[in-house]
């Protein structure tokens, strides 16, 4: 069942967005050669905490990390390690949610460590302007199909592959909701956009096959080929006008 929120919820999602916007921010400051994704995992936590909310993650389904930290290869629900340590030419993700008054808010980015390859640099351009393609379809009366189809055929004319595995998804109260949102399919198909909806829209996007594979450890999920993947996500909501993105702070 689709959740719709009333003003009030919005506003409140608003704060819980804006949030897990300024923690992307500030860790795209200490991103660097050197650091390990587990004091990354700790800065994170601080600042949520510190800003009177939780991080959404944390001991969810047993997740052991405030935020997914996955580099390279690894495609989403990388497990913060203080063995995994930035190197020059890394591509990190760091999917980050803060649950504030009762709401969720969450968002991803894929930066650059260092001097990274040119193609490093395309696919994580591409993923982001993937997600702004498929933002242009979020508006009431459109389908969700259609953000879908978008998102896939930038990718796609872009020479990369989208990941048929996961998908976005509703959100709200809880972290996971209804509807789910497929980074691939076709125009007019999928419920229809309703003012009130929530979508965590999230295109996640390889260099090579788009197949995945899941680690020993039940979390980790890497490219089956080995090759790079990249993640770009917001929390938007559905208007009576243009879509809402929450979680967009500074244009990161």
């Known amino acids: 069942m689709i959740i719709i929120k009333n003003r009030i919820e919005l506003d409140l999602m608003k704060k819980a967005g804006q949030l897990t916007g300024m923690t992307l921010e500030m860790i795209a400051d ?14 994170c936590e601080e600042f949520i905490t510190r800003h009177g909310a939780k991080p959404s993650f944390k001991n969810y389904h047993g997740f052991t990390g405030s935020i997914c930290a996955s580099v390279n290869e690894v ?84 020479g990369f592959t989208v990941v048929r595995d996961f998908t976005g998804h509703g959100i709200g109260r809880n972290l996971h909701e209804d509807p789910q949102i497929p980074n691939y399919g076709k125009e007019g198909r ?41 993640h770009y996500e917001n929390t938007v909501a559905i208007t009576d006008g243009e879509p809402e993105i929450l979680t967009l702070m500074r244009g990161i």
Request: glycine share 10%.
């Open 75 to 158: 495609v989403i629900h990388g497990i913060p390690s203080r063995k995994n340590i930035l190197k020059e030419g890394d591509i990190i993700s760091v999917d980050v949610g803060a649950y504030l008054n009762g709401f969720h808010g969450d968002a991803a980015r894929t930066f650059p460590v260092g001097d990274v390859s040119e193609e490093a640099r395309k696919l994580i351009r591409v993923t982001e302007e993937s997600f702004f393609k498929g933002i242009e379809h979020a508006y009431e009366g459109r389908r969700l199909g259609d953000i879908s189809h978008a998102i896939q055929k930038h990718v796609e004319d872009n």
């Open 30 to 43: 200490h991103i660097r050669p050197g650091i390990s994704t587990q004091e990354l995992d700790a800065l």
């Open 190 to 230: 999928g419920p229809r956009l309703n003012k009130g909806m929530v979508l965590a829209i999230e295109p996640m996007v390889n260099v090579g096959r788009y197949n995945v594979r899941i680690l020993d450890d039940n979390w980790t999920t890497v490219t089956e080929d080995g090759k790079l993947s990249a």
